[in-house]
């Protein structure tokens, strides 16, 4: 399952997920990033606890798209797909919201979520 929480503030949208973002789950990032277009998206991955090649297809997808993604925190086993993959040189990665612009969040922002409970066929 893979659970996403997206806030807009007026610069940037952060994107927590939570769960695995794997094949079946990965519209429940795309439909709401793909919303960004032309937006900075920081990808918060904190609480993702694996990626296969969809959800690598979807944020190469995104980035193709003109989503401007920064990923945030990515665990030991999403960094390492990241590092295979090599998207590690593409994707800006940052440890912590330090990594990109604070101001933008001291306003608040709206959050939506959004839950997948079973994979697409």
């Known amino acids: 399952m893979l ?10 949208t952060v994107v927590h997920c939570l ?8 519209h429940v990032l795309l439909c709401p990033a793909a919303q960004q277009v032309g937006r900075n ?5 904190t609480h993702v606890d694996a990626i296969d090649a969809a959800g690598i297809g ?10 401007y993604l920064k990923l945030m925190n990515p665990t030991r086993q999403v ?10 040189t593409i994707f800006e990665i940052c440890e912590s919201r330090k990594g990109f612009d604070e101001t933008s ?10 839950i ?3 994979p697409l066929s």
């Open 41 to 45: 998206v920081v990808l918060d991955l």
């Open 58 to 67: 979807a944020l190469v997808s995104l980035q193709a798209a003109g989503v």
């Open 3 to 12: 659970t996403v929480t997206v806030e807009n503030f007026d610069e940037i």
């Open 79 to 88: 960094r390492e797909i990241l590092k295979i993959t090599n998207l590690d």
């Open 105 to 114: 969040t001291l306003l608040g922002g709206q959050i939506r979520h959004f």
């Open 116 to 118: 997948a409970q079973t």
């Open 19 to 26: 769960g695995r973002i794997v094949r079946g789950y990965d």
